[in-house]
């Protein structure tokens, strides 16, 4: 089994909080880097931000620094993105993405292995 499965998501008011999981099996959580991307209908992949399997290096964007926080329980299997103080444009699916690749971890192209998301709504 080779599988990322996302979880919690939700409805929240502005300046609200959520933690999304994303829990991997098979190779996926062995793999170099997983990071989380977000995707809102008639707009491009956003990448928002990754970690590497010793979870020592994080790689993010300024559109969430700041707010979102990046960490991993290898004990778990288990990629947490904590989302504080959320705003509306944060509005939308996110998706938890695998790769072994070492360059363009920004990049969604990079990602071979991808999980289903979770819609996160912020209503103002």
């Known amino acids: 089994q080779e599988r990322l499965v996302e979880s919690g998501g939700g409805l929240v008011q502005t300046g609200g909080s959520l933690r999304l999981s994303c829990v991997a099996s098979?190779?996926?959580?062995?793999?170099?880097?997983t990071g989380w991307f977000r995707q809102t209908p008639g707009k491009e992949r956003e990448f928002v931000a990754a970690?590497?399997?010793?979870?020592?290096?994080?790689f993010d964007t300024d559109s969430v620094k700041g707010r979102f926080t990046i960490s991993r329980d290898n004990a778990k299997n288990t990629v947490y993105l904590q989302m504080n103080s959320l705003k509306p444009e944060d509005t939308a699916v996110y998706y938890c993405?695998?790769?072994?690749?070492?360059?363009?971890?920004?990049?969604?192209?990079?990602?071979?292995?991808w999980g289903q998301g979770t819609q996160v709504t912020v209503s103002s």
């Open positions: 993405a695998a790769t072994n690749s070492r360059v363009g971890l920004r990049t969604s192209s990079q990602y071979a292995y």
């Open positions: 098979g190779r996926t959580f062995s793999m170099y880097v």
């Open positions: 970690i590497t399997q010793n979870g020592i290096n994080i």
